[in-house]
């Protein structure tokens, strides 16, 4: 059972900066793609950014230029740097793969349970 933990979140003032960190543990046998969403009150979750296994990355709306994300295969770990944060950013960040779990088998999504980052004075 692949897992996806995801940590970082917190309360910060306009303009500062957060990073968050999302682990991926259990068994698999690869993943395609991992990406950041989130999901703002009363709205419908959305793409932020995502990250192939190669590294190739992009990013969705105005993460663009302020936001990097970045992963490190060995440990499991992917990244989400958040710069220049905005009210606008508040919302519940969720983790997401695309994993093999087996040689041959088909891709299948994983969500981790999110991690609340709230951008307010």
């Known amino acids: 059972q692949v897992q996806l933990v995801e940590s970082g979140g917190g309360l910060v003032q306009p303009g500062e900066s957060l990073t968050l960190s999302c682990k991926m543990s259990?068994?698999?046998?690869?993943?395609?793609?991992k990406g950041w969403y989130r999901q703002a009150p009363g709205k419908e979750r959305e793409l932020v950014a995502r990250?192939?296994?190669?590294?190739?990355?992009d990013y969705a709306g105005d993460a663009k230029g302020r936001f990097i994300i970045s992963r490190d295969n060995p440990s499991g770990m992917m990244y989400l740097q958040m710069n220049a944060l905005k009210a606008e950013d508040t919302a519940k960040y969720f983790c997401?793969?695309?994993?093999?779990?087996?040689?041959?088998?088909?891709?299948?999504?994983?969500w981790g349970q999110g991690t609340l980052v709230t951008v307010s004075s």
């Open positions: 997401n793969a695309e994993v093999q779990r087996d040689l041959g088998s088909q891709y299948v999504e994983v």
């Open positions: 259990g068994r698999f046998w690869s993943y395609r793609r």
């Open positions: 990250i192939t296994n190669g590294g190739n990355a």
